[in-house]
Nanobody
């Protein structure tokens, strides 16, 4: 069973940075994409960034392009999300997820394994 676990959330002021980490346990042989998603109460879960595990190719939501960077350490089964120039609208619960689908890598429906989430709060 693949199980992601996030860490690294917290509170920062606008313009600050945070780095989220995700450690994945279990066999990852069938995992095609790792992704970061975020969700505010009462809202849909939004794809933030994803990385194809085989090639390292990444995709980003328009709202975070140029500010967030996803990366991986395959030897350690870890995925990271470096978040720079954070803004109050980035405040959300952030989730790490693993998916076996080859398509739509920012669509949460294509990810079957989820962590518990880590809170990011950005104050103005």
């Amino acid at each position: 069973q693949v199980q992601p676990m996030e860490s690294g959330g917290g509170s920062v002021e606008a313009g600050g940075s945070l780095r989220l980490s995700c450690t994945v346990s279990g066999w990852m042989g069938n995992i095609v994409y790792m992704g970061w998603f975020r969700q505010a109460p009462g809202k849909n879960r939004e794809g933030v960034a994803s990385i194809r595990t085989s090639s390292g190719a990444s995709q980003y939501a328009e709202s975070v392009k140029g500010r967030f960077t996803i990366s991986q350490d395959k030897d350690k089964n870890m995925v990271f999300l470096q978040m720079d120039n954070l803004q109050p609208e980035d405040s959300d619960m952030y989730y790490c997820a693993a998916g076996q689908s080859w398509i739509r890598p920012l669509d949460s429906r294509n990810f079957g394994y989820w962590g518990q989430g880590t809170q990011v709060t950005v104050s103005s």
